[in-house]
Nanobody, 123 residues
């Protein structure tokens, strides 16, 4: 498994931007598809975006399409989530995750998780 650490969360006004980073340990980062999920208080964990092993394919939830961009740098063992035009409903703890297969929205398909980073969007 790969160890994951998120960073970059914080408090931002509606319409603002944040970039989350997910640093991975180990030399096998490029063999994992990466995903971002979020969980708001009282709600289930929600798929946000995923990216294939090489970064050539991406997949987004409808709620963030056109506003968020997932990317990765395999040389730096890091995945990113650029979040623009943030809305109060984007407020949640954001988690990055690693999995062996690309194209899934189901969090159970991802075997490694970070500890999460809080994103709060004020209106």
């Amino acid at each position: 498994q790969v160890q994951l650490v998120e960073s970059g969360g914080g408090l931002v006004q509606a319409g603002g931007s944040l970039r989350l980073s997910c640093a991975a340990s180990g030399r096998t980062f490029s063999s994992y598809a990466m995903g971002w999920f979020r969980q708001a208080p009282g709600k289930e964990r929600e798929f946000v975006a995923s990216i294939s092993w090489s970064g050539g394919s991406t997949y987004y939830a409808d709620s963030v399409k056109g506003r968020f961009t997932i990317s990765r740098d395999n040389a730096k063992n890091t995945a990113y989530l650029q979040m623009n035009s943030l809305k109060p409903e984007d407020t949640a703890v954001y988690y990055c995750a690693a999995g062996k297969n690309f194209g899934y929205r189901d969090y159970r398909k991802f075997g490694s998780w970070g500890q999460g980073t809080q994103v709060t969007v004020s209106s």
